[in-house]
């Protein structure tokens, strides 16, 4: 038997709280260990985005208490993918969720991982009344029973942990001078975050022209919102270390026309490269 685990269950779905979904995961985990702690990291991924669930796991990670990480954004629910739990660091984490490449960016962030098993022991799964709602049904439950030290080799069948779905995410490139970049998160002040770190652009100037599509606007980089002048663009180092385009008191993604998943390129910005916005000239009749 394992030695008892710390009873923290943070919890990440797409699930929103419009209906009772939330309500009757964490329902079920408090009826089979009462003790438990949960942590709501966020319900608000967007529905059956697994790339942007995973990005948010990944920037949580390493502020999560150790436990049992219970991750849910699932749109092959019932399906060919696999119920996984994925043991990091010897037993540090416990990642419970999905097979679609939802919970890797995490481990990556955690550390190492070390064993992974198929969630195919029914005797720790509620009886099912569909396949639609895993959440419930084998999710929660298994959650529920690691927090109560129930060895992982006894959830279901071991499986190599190179066999798991590798997450995907999209790496940043500097070509000469000319930097490509992806916005990553666009959070709830506007500010868009890029796959980018300080010491990608650290060769190339404090000064730099944004493009994207047919538009170019010039950045500046700061440190802190409150430098980025007045309806001009800033580039910050965010919460999570890497790049991300802002403005002082306003939605950079609204005034920009940014958001997530979009293409931009950085190159050094010359003396003379003024703000520059696409207009229409209106010929008169």
């Given amino acids: 038997m394992e030695s008892t685990r710390n009873p923290t269950i943070s919890f990440l779905s797409d699930f929103g709280t419009k209906d009772e979904f939330v309500g009757v995961v964490k329902s079920v985990i408090h009826s089979l260990a009462p003790n438990s702690k949960l942590i709501d990291i966020t319900h608000e991924i967007k529905a059956h985005d697994i790339r942007s669930g995973g990005l948010t796991l990944a920037r949580s990670a390493q502020y999560l208490d150790r436990g049992i990480i219970l991750a849910i954004v699932d749109p092959g629910v019932g399906g060919s993918r ?97 930097v490509s970049a992806e916005v990553l998160w666009e959070d709830r002040f506007g500010n868009l975050q890029l796959n980018l770190a300080p010491e990608d652009i650290q060769e190339l100037g404090e000064t730099f022209m944004l493009r994207f599509g047919e538009m170019s606007r010039r950045v500046t980089m ?64």
């Fill in 82 to 178: 696999k119920e996984v739990a994925i043991e990091v660091n010897g037993g540090d984490y416990v990642l419970v969720g999905p097979d679609n490449g939802l919970l890797p960016p995490a481990v990556a962030m955690l550390g190492e991982s070390t064993r992974a098993v198929e969630l195919t022991n029914s005797k720790f799964h509620l009886p099912s009344l569909s396949s639609t709602f895993a959440g419930r049904d084998i999710f929660a439950p298994v959650a529920a029973h690691l927090t109560l030290g129930i060895p992982l080799d006894e959830l279901g069948d071991l499986i190599p942990v190179h066999s798991l779905q590798p997450g995907i995410l999209p790496v940043g490139g500097v070509n000469g001078e000319i």
């Fill in 222 to 285: 700061a440190k802190t919102f409150e430098e980025i002048p007045s309806s001009e663009v800033g580039l910050i180092v965010d919460s999570c270390g890497l790049l991300s385009i802002s403005m002082y008191g306003r939605s950079a993604a609204e005034e920009l026309k940014l958001h997530e998943g979009q293409q931009v390129e950085l190159t050094p910005a010359e003396d003379n490269h003024r703000n520059i916005v696409p207009v229409t000239l209106r010929t008169e009749r």
